[in-house]
């Protein structure tokens, strides 16, 4: 096998092209600018940023949508430090973002120089030459790329710049880079399929009623088990339901498919029949205070089968080994001996209320009812961690539709970057066959990371930018103290937003509209049709200060204000200054 000459900046840019990146995010700086030189030769876009923590939140977007790897590049120091927190949502929830960071010279590093961009001690990480002299650089590189999408987390390579341009010799581009498979253990598996076949055979012993069901949630597609799973739904029948992090992982337009079960705060009829089954098989479960309805899921271990990427739980026996991607289609043929009869319990109906336009001020209730009914198949939607993304929670979304939030890390202002590189991976892996992009954004979200409009701009995508705004964070006004001064924020003129922050060099079309009524959003979907028209749009929509979503008052024990007006604590009241709400719901 012939060796290879290769500087080492160009090996990574090899490595990173030959695992489908298509486009890098970041900001350049004095220490980064020689390996950009490497990335601007190449295949791979790069995408230059307003500031490092709007790339790494576009990074995490663009590795959520594609599934696969996402790449950021900063400078040492002040840039990696300014990423940090969109890093740590990475790793919190499962993304393989690999940082690349531009390091001072080797020799100042080596004599301990307080150059810019340290901490004026004289410490820093040092890549040395070394190193490089032993020929270990090229197997390094690999291996953290290796681990970076075979454990689906971020990972780290420090490139000190005077060493982007070292020539190196190596064999190692002949054979691409794979992800690890977990091993599976064979014997595992097959006991695991018997144990839960015998389960499924008491549970479906005598009446049929309420026997067995699915709770399908977020590790589904964090681990890339989406068709396994619709194809073991399809061969079995059974009934299934959803999890605020779940949704979209499955057909939520199924009739087998029952709505959303969040513990306590669920549907009444989803809860009982979740709570009642004989047995309750849960497929990439996530157990997150917002997931689970604060904790108050009723689901005991001994009626539990708890299938994971990388084991299996069965009642209190744990199978190692035994990851669903693999055991899923196994398991399927197993399990559909017991079709017939799964295909005669009784599923609730999730179907979207109806409501129509008049001229009534726009509220939560009327709101996201109506969006449902716009939205179509293949949409990607993406909320904000905020009130918003409790919006979407009671709608069934459509068939093919892609639902993306960050509700672990729940960092505000993650969406606007987040839209950035989704649109991006998503433009790469469907090209001009994507449907709409559809943005959901609090006003107080927006202002952390509104930069990121330019950047959409400078990339000529399209999203549809919904703008709820009410002057301040409603979570946290809704939790505690709704007087609170703290809560508020200065209110923008948002329709004058996409004028600010596009070129003034060239005439990119953008199109903004405000809205307080209910027929005046009705007009721009329907008769104005923007979904229709092919350039960004803005469109804000005011709410009432203390409005939200019902699945949020639910979550925070306020009483529905329409059917509710015994000013019972959990309720708003004009002049109280504090009300009660249940712990450990955060966020804005």
């Not at 739980?313 to 190692?320: K, L, N, Q, R, S």
Request: a negative charge.
């Amino acid at each position: 096998m012939a060796a290879i000459e290769i500087s080492i900046g160009n090996y990574i840019v090899r490595r990173l092209e030959e695992q489908g990146i298509g486009s890098m995010f970041g900001v350049p700086g004095s220490y980064l600018a020689n390996f950009l030189d490497n990335v601007e030769s190449s295949t791979i876009k790069w995408v230059g940023e307003c500031n490092e923590l709007n790339a790494a939140y576009a990074t995490d977007g663009y590795a959520r949508f594609r599934g696969g790897l996402g790449v950021l590049a900063t400078t040492v120091g002040v840039g990696e430090l300014s990423a940090i927190n969109g890093i740590a949502g990475s790793y919190a929830e499962e993304l393989p973002v690999l940082h690349i960071v531009g390091q001072q010279p080797s020799k100042d590093q080596e004599e301990g120089l307080n150059v810019i961009h340290t901490l004026g001690d004289g410490k820093h990480f040092l890549l040395s030459k070394k190193e490089i002299g032993l020929g270990v650089v090229d197997a390094r590189i690999d291996q953290v790329i290796v681990d970076c999408i075979s454990k689906s987390r971020p990972a780290y390579i420090a490139l000190p710049c005077d060493l982007v341009d070292v020539k190196i010799t190596t064999t190692r581009l002949h054979d691409p880079l794979k992800k690890e498979e977990i091993k599976i253990n064979p014997d595992a598996e097959n006991t695991a399929i018997a144990h839960i076949y015998q389960r499924f055979t008491d549970a479906f012993s005598g009446q049929l009623d309420n026997n067995v069901v699915v709770i399908a949630d977020v590790s589904i597609s964090r681990h890339h088990c989406k068709q396994e799973v619709a194809d073991f739904l399809a061969v079995t029948d059974l009934p299934v339901y959803g999890t605020p992090l779940g949704k979209t992982v499955v057909d939520e337009t199924s009739v087998r498919y029952g709505g959303v079960y969040v513990g306590s705060l669920s549907d009444a009829e989803v809860k009982k029949k979740v709570e009642s089954a004989k047995l309750v098989l849960l497929i990439g479960p996530l157990t997150t205070d917002f997931n689970s309805g604060k904790f108050s899921y009723n689901i005991k271990d001994e009626v539990s089968i708890k299938l994971h990427f990388d084991h299996t739980e069965v009642g209190f026996a744990t199978y190692g080994r035994t990851g669903m991607k693999e055991l899923l289609p196994k398991l399927g043929a197993r399990l559909k001996d017991f079709k017939e009869k799964a295909s005669q319990l009784t599923v609730p109906k999730f179907e979207l209320k109806k409501v129509t336009d008049s001229d009534k001020l726009i509220t939560h209730d009327w709101l996201w009812w109506r969006l449902g009914a716009w939205f179509k198949e293949k949409d990607l939607i993406i909320t904000e961690a905020g009130s918003v993304s409790y919006g979407v929670i009671d709608l069934p979304l459509p068939t093919g539709s892609s639902l993306l939030a960050q509700k672990l890390w729940a960092s505000i202002g993650w969406s606007m970057g987040a839209t950035h590189g989704a649109m991006l991976a998503r433009g790469e892996i469907e090209g001009a066959n994507a449907t709409k992009t559809i943005l959901f954004i609090g006003d107080g979200s927006l202002q952390m990371t509104v930069q990121e409009i330019s950047g959409l701009i400078r990339s000529g995508i399209a999203p549809i930018i919904f703008v709820v705004t009410n002057g301040g964070y409603t979570i946290e006004r809704l939790q505690h103290n709704v007087e609170g001064e703290y809560h508020n924020i200065v209110t923008w003129n948002y329709t004058e937003l996409l004028k600010v922050l596009t070129s003034t060099s060239s005439s990119t079309e953008t199109e903004t509209y405000k809205v307080t009524k209910e027929e005046e959003l009705g007009k721009l979907l329907d008769v104005e049709k923007i979904r229709e028209k092919n350039c960004l749009q803005l469109v804000e929509i005011m709410v009432g200060r203390d409005d939200a979503p019902p699945a949020l008052r639910r979550a925070l024990g306020i009483p529905d204000p329409a059917k509710d007006t015994s000013g019972h604590e959990g309720t708003i009241i004009p002049g109280r200054r504090f009300f009660k709400a249940p712990l450990g719901v955060i966020g804005w």
